[in-house]
């Protein structure tokens, strides 16, 4: 089955820094890769996604990069805000009919100091 | 609208009890997802429902028994629970269609549960 892995698992910045979350995945199979920002006490918010016949995808301050060969996936943040502060999960999957089964990354936690 | 909504927001019960999670959504999606988090840890699957059919259980004990009513609703019920099992639940809702194509998942604010 599908495995993935995520570093750093904490990453302190300085605010207006920028900041990379880091994905390796094992399945050639899987053809989506989500981005989920989680704050304290709340769900996962869906931040980003991109899907394997991209290569990049950029919404405003953040970004993600898909590379199928090495079966990499980036987050990469801009000019980073306190407000960014949160837990970040990357997942993958494979679509099976009717359903999406995702598998997540360990998390990292990202803190921007003012 | 890409809202999810999940009742009660937290939740205390004894090893005895019998209790119920509910999650909501209107958005159309016809595949609805059970999570549990444990602290500090990522989500982890515990059933997906694909047009209110069960399509997986990852070997969740028989303490936790999920229901889709309707295209809308997914209940879980609980009973006889452990501490150990007290977490985070969350809910979650995607489209559905044709194998292959990948959609959004989203997930709802998720139910605190503390088993005592």
């Known amino acids: 089955g599908e495995n993935v892995e995520q570093h750093p698992s904490t990453l302190s910045v300085q605010e207006g820094d920028s900041a990379v979350i880091k994905c390796t995945y094992s399945?050639?199979?899987?053809?989506?890769f989500p981005w989920y920002k989680q704050e304290l006490g709340k769900g996962p918010q869906l931040i980003i996604d991109?899907?394997?016949?991209?290569g990049e995808k950029k919404d405003q301050r953040i970004a993600v990069t898909l590379n199928k060969t090495a079966k990499h996936f980036s987050l990469h943040i801009t000019e980073t805000q306190p407000e960014d502060s949160a837990v970040y999960f990357c997942?993958?999957?494979?679509?099976?009919?009717?359903?999406?089964?995702?598998?997540f990354g360990t998390g990292t936690r990202l803190l921007v100091s003012p | 609208d890409t809202e999810v909504t999940q009742t009660p927001k937290h939740l205390v019960m004894g090893m005895t009890n019998k209790k119920s999670l509910k999650c909501e959504q209107h958005?159309?999606?016809?595949?609805m997802y059970w999570y549990k988090q444990k602290a500090k840890k990522p989500p982890e699957l515990m059933f997906v429902y694909s047009y209110e059919k069960l399509s997986i259980n990852e070997s969740v004990p028989s303490r936790f028994s999920p229901e889709c009513p309707n295209s809308s609703l997914l209940n879980l019920h609980l009973h006889a629970l452990q501490p150990e099992d007290s977490a985070l639940y969350l809910c979650?809702?995607?489209?559905?269609?044709?194998?292959?194509?990948?959609?959004?998942?989203?997930f709802g604010p998720g139910t605190r549960l503390t088993v005592t």
């Open positions: 958005m159309g999606h016809r595949a």
């Open positions: 997942a993958a999957s494979m679509r099976n009919t009717g359903f999406q089964k995702l598998v």
């Open positions: 991109i899907r394997s016949n991209v």
């Open positions: 399945d050639s199979a899987s053809n989506y």
């Open positions: 979650a809702s995607s489209q559905s269609g044709l194998a292959g194509t990948p959609y959004e998942q989203y």
